[in-house]
């Protein structure tokens, strides 16, 4: 396990105070302490995104489906997309399967695809349709079709489609965690990708009292309880045969760090009894972080989470 030091570096010292006491409640109230953060963050990111000597290209709402929520935003750099063959990296915002968007208040999650871009790759942020109208399945279902999207104008966009790498974060981890293993997406994965990330990802269908998102999962994954086990990502945790990264936050919704080592233990002992593939999984724990910083951090000065991401993606 890999245990990242000195995170919050890039904030004040008032506000990593601040960030340390929400931490210890931060189940309790989590639409406060997420609008703390993002409003922490803001700042920060809006200072990198109007950098004057950024370069960065941005293509928004293009269509990958015909709903108006199958909408994606690519970033790219001049000098990426003439190089071409660079790594895509393609991100899956969260938003406990009721609501979230690619870019909140225009800056946040564009954060995620604005750094990647800087780091020389194509980054991809995609937006998909909502519970209740588009249950279970529907966000892996969207997932699929953003792939198969961004295999077919990899190229010319300079990314290289044979090294694609899977980015989902909170519900969007649960809608990438589908799409990579439960078998009622097997004929949909028409895409491979070369690796995958899950960000505080809920791959697990619960309606726990203290679960503060249960409606969401309700909306979603539907009212019959029986069936949760059924369609919840760490059923079939097992089956994932690309490299894996988990990353989890030390302040998190109540149970999705739990779910996140469970599901990284089950790739491993898989891994481990059938040696594919042979790369075992990786576990990642971010101190100090939290459900929404964890995410909200990226393209604000601070690059432990980013770095290790890119190593995972380039070993």
Known sequence: MLVLQEPLGNLSAELRQRFAQIG??????????????????????????????????VLR???????????????????????????????????????????????????????FARQGCVAVNVEYRLAPEAPYPAG???????????????????????????????????????????PALAAQRSTPVAGAVLISARVVADVLPDNPNAAGVRAYFGDDASLYALRSPLTYAGHIDVPLMVVVAEHENPYLDAYGAAFFERVAQVRQRTGRPARAPRFVQMLRHNHTSVVAHFDSGETLLGNAMLDFFRA
Not at 156 to 168: C, D, T
Request: aromatic letters at 10%; proline letters at 2%; a negative charge.
């Open 24 to 57: 210890a409640v931060w189940g309790r109230d989590i639409n406060a302490h997420r609008d703390l953060v993002i409003n922490a963050y803001t700042p920060l990111v809006a200072a990198a995104a109007n950098d004057a000597a950024d370069g960065c290209e």
């Open 140 to 182: 892996a279902e969207d997932v699929a079709a953003a792939l198969d999207w961004v295999r077919t104008h990899a190229v010319a966009l300079g990314g290289n489609p044979q090294r694609i790498f899977l980015v989902g974060h909170s519900a969007g981890g649960a809608h990438v965690a589908t799409y990579l293993a439960d």
């Open 61 to 115: 709402d293009v269509a990958y489906g015909p709903h108006e929520r199958q909408r994606l935003d690519v970033f790219v750099h001049t000098a990426t997309r003439e190089a071409g063959q660079a790594d895509v990296v393609v991100f899956v915002h969260g938003g406990a399967f009721l609501r979230g968007s690619k870019s909140f208040n225009g800056l946040i999650y564009d954060n995620v695809s604005r750094w």
